[in-house]
Structure formats: structure tokens, C-alpha cells
């Protein structure tokens, strides 16, 4: 059964930091890139970070960039985000995304449940 499980979010200052973890399950870890995800309350889900199979390429939304750091332990079957010099726009349910590809090169997705960030002003 395929799980990603994302712990670590919570209520957190302005300037504060917070250290996401995705821990995952069920599938080869190593074999699928890696991304956080976040949506805000009456906003889409939008892309903050992604990390490729093996760790060697990250991107990020302009909006996060020199703030959030996006890594990845795949003896540990584990995608972290590390978030720093938080903001009250940076509130938002953050979701663990794992992309992978069949044996027809299709892609396909798995999804966290999600974890909540606030950031207080």
C-alpha cells in the first residue's frame, strides 16, 4: 500500500523556521522525483519545491527561493523541506507529491494527506 506521511507542520512566528518530513512507503522511493506541494485557503494547490530521483536537482517557486530548501534521504525512503525566515503568506496545508513513470513512460502521481503551516504575523 502506497503511503507518503507528512509530519512537522504547526503555528510558528513570523521569522521562524519549520522542518517538514514525507516519509514513504509502498513504492521504490529512489525510482520517483520528489515535491512539495502547499494550498492556501480559496487558492489552487501550487508547486513550491521539487527534488529529482537522486537529489542532484532541486527547483523552486520564486516565491520560496533563498527561504526553503527541498531534500531528499532515500535510504531513509524520506523528502524533507526545510523552511526558514517564514512568512504569514507562507500559510498553507503543505502536501508531499511523489511522480513516477509506468512501463509506458506514463506519469502518474502519489499524494500525502497533507500538513498545516501557520504562520502568525
Known amino acids: 500500500q502506497v503511503q507518503l506521511v507528512e509530519s512537522g507542520g504547526g503555528l510558528v512566528q513570523a521569522g521562524g523556521s519549520l522542518r517538514l518530513s514525507c516519509a514513504a512507503s509502498g513504492f521504490t522511493f529512489s525510482n520517483h522525483a520528489m515535491s512539495w506541494y502547499r494550498q492556501a485557503p480559496g487558492k489552487a494547490r501550487v508547486l513550491v519545491a521539487a527534488?529529482?530521483?537522486?537529489?542532484?536537482?532541486?527547483d523552486y517557486a520564486d516565491s520560496v527561493k533563498g527561504r526553503f530548501t527541498i531534500s531528499r534521504d532515500n535510504a531513509k525512503n524520506t523528502v524533507y523541506l526545510q523552511m526558514n525566515s517564514l512568512k504569514p503568506e507562507d500559510t498553507a496545508v503543505y502536501y508531499c507529491n511523489a511522480e513516477g513513470r509506468d512501463y509506458v513512460q506514463k506519469v502518474y502521481y502519489y499524494w500525502g494527506q497533507g500538513t498545516q503551516v501557520t504562520v502568525s504575523s
Open positions: 527534488i529529482t530521483r537522486g537529489g542532484g536537482s532541486t
